[in-house]
């Protein structure tokens, strides 16, 4: 039986096997992990915390494993308060300031009100237990669940309990170790919010054209496979949404995505159909076909209300606002949001993820919460002047971090390096010197539109636009330059 108990926010310890991502190897990699998923939701926990104090709602899960107490079912919310209380320092973490400031305005004797919370624990021998209260709790479905898991914990969840076999799942989480296309801020975010079901299907589609006999064994050889750089450029773009379903399915005119990437088809052999290999398709259900058809879900969704009920909504689910609605949808499980490149909700998106790491960041969330902010169409010069500067201070932190020197000799004098020449000599850097092809790749874009003087937002632009009285911008050519360049801005960053 467990035992309910008023415990100490500072006694409890976060759950670094969350399967809502990889394992964490520190509390502070699990916080940011924790951000770097689901950003708004995080923020949401924790400005309902901080705005109507901790409600005992509903009962944390503690798992005491005879050394620690270990937190099974609440950790956004324990993340939060650790955060508010000071446990962590804010500023180590891409908290917005509107959120600093509130935290910095509490009191002692909200803290003291706040500092303990109602926990139910349970002993190590009855661990079986509480993987069934978390179970019901979100991998149920969305109806009985309070923040539903993404495809990737259910999966995860289904391998690591259920024992069920998901190939999608061991490729992407073998790459987020080893991948080299990608930047630190994805993986953490990758870890828990990427569509596997999209990879699911791809690697269905092509697997016997890496000399494998199933996703499976495809999944056991990786990364010790033909095709490697493409198969983790098909991945990467699957995470980045430039890869969807409909591109995957599309066999109109002799279509086949994986050609575009370099993987040749088997020549006297059909498309690969992967029908022998239990698969989980991220719903709690094994599959065995090639398929990712509809799939039919039943929402509850409770708006913030007054008293108990009202936060119990925004500390778990981390929703605002709105009255209570039930809605039953029926929607594709692999569908995506994308927008054209040129589209400032392309830009938006871009920067919702953007969730700078390290110390010493705090101008770089100060500047990003600005141009989340700002209007492209009505503050094209404004914007471009904020990118400017979130690229000054994010190479002069990564520079400090990594050892490259901010100066050089010219002459008799010491002289502060451009912007251009620490982008450059950065870029160098994240890149091995151009010897890590994947991120060479990835920074491609980046690399050619900051040389380059013609471009929108290269260096020699963004000066002409502080100097030059006549120079203009046009918003589409921003939106374009600003997706080029952002794999830099996250990679300094990351």
């Known amino acids: 039986m467990s035992k309910t108990s ?25 916080i940011n992990a924790m951000i770097n998923i689901k950003q708004d939701r995080f923020y949401a926990v924790m400005e309902s915390i901080i705005d109507d104090g901790y409600l005992p709602t509903e009962n944390i899960i503690v798992l005491n494993d005879g050394a620690k107490m270990i937190v099974r079912e609440g950790n956004r919310r324990i993340a939060a308060m650790k955060l508010i209380h ?48 978390v179970a019901l709790s979100h991998a149920k479905g969305e109806k009985a669940a309070r923040d539903p898991w993404s495809s990737v914990a259910r999966a995860r969840y289904d391998r690591d309990t259920k024992k069920a076999v998901v190939p999608a799942l061991d490729i992407l989480e073998k790459y987020l170790i080893q991948g080299k296309n990608l930047t630190g801020m994805q993986k953490d975010r990758w870890a828990g ?19 494998v006999a199933s996703t499976t064994e495809l999944a ?72 990712a058809g ?59 993820k953007f969730t700078p790491k390290g110390n010493d960041r705090q101008k770089v969330v100060s500047l990003r919460d600005e141009l989340k902010k700002l209007k492209i169409v009505d503050n094209p010069i404004a914007f471009c002047l904020l990118v400017r500067s979130i690229f000054e201070i994010s190479a002069k932190v990564y520079s400090i971090e990594n050892s490259i020197s901010l100066t050089k000799v010219n002459g008799n004098k010491t002289i502060d390096k451009t912007l251009a020449e620490l982008l450059k000599e950065i870029t160098k850097k994240l890149t091995s010197n151009s010897t890590n092809t994947g991120m060479s790749k990835v920074l491609y874009g980046a690399s050619n539109e900051m040389s380059q003087p013609n471009k929108i937002l290269s260096v020699t632009s963004m000066n002409q636009m502080v100097h030059n009285t006549t120079f203009s911008v046009i918003p589409s050519d921003i939106c374009t330059s600003f997706g080029n360049i952002y794999p830099l801005l996250e990679a300094m960053n990351s």
Do not use: M
């Not at 935290?103 to 069934?132: G, T």
């Open 294 to 352: 509809a799939a039919t879900t039943n929402t509850n969704a409770n708006g913030t209300g007054g008293g108990a009920q009202g936060q119990q909504n925004n500390q778990q689910q981390g929703s605002a606002g709105g009255a209570s609605n039930n809605t039953n949808s029926t929607a594709n499980s692999t569908a995506t949001k994308s927008y054209a490149i040129n589209d400032p909700k392309h830009v938006s998106a871009l920067l919702k």
């Open 220 to 291: 056991t050889n990786y990364p010790k496979i033909n095709y490697l750089t493409e198969l983790e450029d098909i991945i990467r773009d699957i995470g980045i949404e430039q890869l969807e379903t409909r591109q995957i399915r599309n066999t109109d005119n002799g279509n086949d995505f994986a050609i575009a990437y370099g993987i040749k088809p088997l020549v006297s052999s059909p498309a690969a159909t992967d029908s022998g290999t239990t698969q989980s398709d991220g719903s709690g259900t094994a599959s065995g076909a090639n398929t």
């Open 6 to 30: 008023e415990t100490d926010i500072s006694k409890l310890n976060l759950d670094l096997k969350n399967y809502r991502t990889t394992p964490q190897h520190t509390e502070v990699d699990a």
């Open 193 to 211: 919010e990427y569509p596997l079901t999209v990879l699911d299907e791809a690697i269905r589609k092509i697997y016997n054209r890496f000399d």
């Open 86 to 133: 000071g446990i962590y320092k804010i500023d180590d973490f891409a908290l917005p300031n509107s959120l600093k400031a509130k935290i910095l305005k509490l009191d002692a004797q909200w803290k003291s009100e706040n500092k303990k919370v109602p926990c139910s624990i349970y002993n190590l021998k009855e661990e079986a237990k509480v993987e069934k209260i």
